[in-house]
């Protein structure tokens, strides 16, 4: 199979509306490109994603029974035409069946996979390279008897188990007899589907390649093993005498035929072309009805003898075997006299071979007259027709009975469906009452239920105001944080990330820059952290604090540590001497201020002691 010819560089590409385009995917296959189109279907190049490998894909779709919708859908073409598209379509999947199960079959395509997509089905096979034998034969002439040796027993084989098979191929010509580089042929493109619909439907006409289909391939006759056997013999006859036989048809009025035991082509031997005219005989009857019946004929490589008597018996298993087509050894004879003879002699077997093996007799029974199968078959058409006529009138009066019983059936419906609306509008009614009243009370519902969100949305502002008011009183009576630096006095101190200044209680308001500075170097040579208390408020209203602070050796982090671990600073700054109790103070703040004038700390010469202990007098 060859791929489509490319576009030459600049022209505009061709596009198919009735093809997939490339890219377009069937089940695991993608397409490539369009190998082929004809009347009944689309044969593309496509590639198997999951093995990794090209196949040839041929996609059912009779061109006078199916379109393409939405680049993608196969339909009939009209709803009268569905029956004959599905009854294609199941013979068209049949097919891809029968040829899946032929594995190894010699000369025959390979079928991997059968499929039904978008509306119809695929028939996936083995991608071909090389060229047909109609090419090879219009390239370089006639076939020499080596090469018809070579495609001749593979195709009978693989006929042969095609036939075993209950199959026909109904189309064998040049044209689909594929050849590779060797020479080896592949017959391709079986036709079941297509000659099925042929006289199933007005819309399908037959088609058939003149010349290369056998006669009841142009009528209502049956067909079978011998059709094939025709278009193999008329193949065989183009690829040696390179031309192709008359149509049968033309020869059932005034056959031209010109055998090939008269023409006597060069190196073949007689019984292959016997065989050959003997697959072309124009009567079914008279051809072989099997491939294993047309062996012995083709097979034959020696001639009986002049004088010889010809016995007609069964062909023995060496006369049926495969045989070469070449000319066998001749004894010594005048040349003009050993060819007249052999003439008529190999016609004359092959007449006796074809009625031994019950393949009929062309030329035995030329002259006999009228065929009594024909004045059988003209009996049998008469008859046939008798009957369609009766068969007819029956089918008119059953028509008749039936169109009065759809009338009253008819009737029967129209009441049957008044009662039923009747019926239906009085649900309705109903329904919709139902749904007024639903609807009212979920109106009240809704209604008590905003009522119930509002008063709670209420309460809980309110609960939030007092929270907020708790928490801001809370945090008014409690600050902690670490210590930032002393105000102007010793008494104001600043937390870090708190603007309010912090007064404590229990100490002096000593307003001296060198104790003030001291108390900050004590406080800040390490860093301290402050949990503060609100415990009073002075007249003006201004709230007293007491802190408790951690002491030098608490581990972090600071602000963790419990308040039992933590010091007084008020004290701590009195035990530190860096000031002194105020007179109301706590008592443990006198008792240390004691303790400090006693031990006489140096920092108290930064303040008047006079003046203290007039202040402080008990």
């Not at 060229?131 to 080596?146: F, N, S, W």
């Not at 036989?245 to 007689?270: C, I, Q, T, V």
């Not at 009066?397 to 129209?414: F, I, P, Q, S, V």
Request: charged share 25%; aromatic share 6%; proline share 6%.
């Amino acid at each position: 199979m060859n791929d489509p010819v490319t576009p030459p560089s600049g022209a505009t590409p061709e596009i198919d509306y009735v093809a997939l385009r490339a890219g377009q995917t069937i089940g695991r296959y993608e397409i490539v490109s369009v190998l082929g189109q004809g009347g009944f279907g689309i044969t593309y190049r496509a590639r198997d994603i999951q093995l990794g490998r090209e196949v040839a894909i041929k996609e059912y779709l009779p061109s006078a029974l199916a379109v393409r919708q939405d680049g993608v859908t196969v339909l009939p073409r009209a709803t009268r035409m569905a029956d004959d598209f599905s009854w294609g379509r199941d013979r068209f999947v049949t097919e891809g069946r029968t040829l899946a199960t032929l594995h190894r079959v010699p000369a025959i395509v390979h079928v991997f996979d059968f499929l039904e997509a978008n509306g119809t089905a695929y028939i996936v096979m083995e991608l071909l390279s090389g060229e047909t034998l109609e090419d090879r034969i219009k390239r370089d002439g006639p076939l020499k008897p080596a090469e018809v040796d070579r495609i001749l027993w593979p195709l009978l084989d693989g006929l042969e188990q095609v036939h075993g098979a209950g199959f026909l191929h109904r189309d064998i010509k040049p044209a689909n007899i594929l050849l590779n580089a060797a020479g080896d042929p592949t017959l391709i493109d079986f036709g079941a589907a297509r000659e099925a619909m042929v006289g199933r439907t007005s819309a399908m006409t037959a088609i058939f390649t003149p010349g290369y289909a056998a006669a009841e391939q142009m009528t209502s006759a049956k067909q079978g093993p011998w059709t094939d056997i025709y278009g193999l013999a008329a193949t065989l006859y183009h690829a040696i005498a390179g031309k192709t036989p008359p149509s049968a048809f033309d020869r059932m009025l005034d056959d031209g035929y010109e055998p090939l035991a008269r023409l006597m082509p060069k190196g073949f031997s007689p019984g292959l072309l016997a065989g050959i005219d003997a697959g072309l005989a124009v009567a079914a009857r008279d051809r072989p009805q099997s491939i294993a019946g047309w062996r012995p004929i083709l097979g034959m490589t020696s001639a009986p003898a002049a004088d010889g008597t010809v016995v007609m018996a069964k062909a023995s298993p060496s006369v049926a075997g495969r045989q070469s087509v070449l000319t066998p050894t001749m004894d010594a004879a005048p040349a003009g006299q050993k060819a007249k003879s052999r003439v008529g002699l190999w016609v004359a077997v092959a007449v006796l071979l074809l009625a031994g093996l019950g393949g009929g007799g062309y030329y035995a029974t030329a002259l006999r007259g009228p065929d009594p199968e024909v004045v059988k078959a003209k009996a049998a058409a008469d008859a046939a027709e008798a009957a369609k006529r009766k068969a007819e009138e029956e089918a008119e009066a059953l028509r008749a009975e039936k169109a009065a019983e759809e009338a009253k059936r008819r009737t029967a419906e129209e009441a049957r469906q008044k009662e039923a609306q009747e019926a239906a509008i009085r649900r309705q009614a109903a329904e919709a009452e139902r749904q007024r009243i639903e609807a009212e009370q979920a109106g009240q519902a809704e209604k008590k239920r905003l009522e119930d969100e509002g008063k709670a949305r209420v309460e809980a502002e309110a609960a939030a105001k007092r929270k907020a008011e708790e928490d801001a009183r809370k945090a008014a009576e409690r600050v902690t944080g670490q210590f930032d630096h002393f105000g102007k006095t010793l008494m104001l101190l600043t937390l870090r990330d708190n603007p309010n200044e912090i007064r404590l209680q229990g100490i002096d308001v000593v307003d001296e820059p060198g104790l003030r500075q001291a108390g900050v170097n004590a406080l800040a040579a390490k860093p301290r952290n402050l949990h503060c208390r609100q415990t009073d408020r002075l007249t003006d209203g201004t709230p007293l604090y007491r802190c408790l602070v951690t002491k030098l050796d608490a581990q972090e982090p600071l602000a963790d540590i419990p308040d039992s671990d933590r010091v007084d600073l008020a004290l701590a700054l009195v035990r530190g001497g860096l000031v002194l109790a105020s007179c109301d103070a706590p008592r443990a703040y006198a008792d240390v201020e004691d303790e400090a004038r006693g031990k006489k700390v140096n920092l108290w010469s930064m303040i008047k002691v006079a003046e203290y202990s007039r202040r402080c007098a008990r």
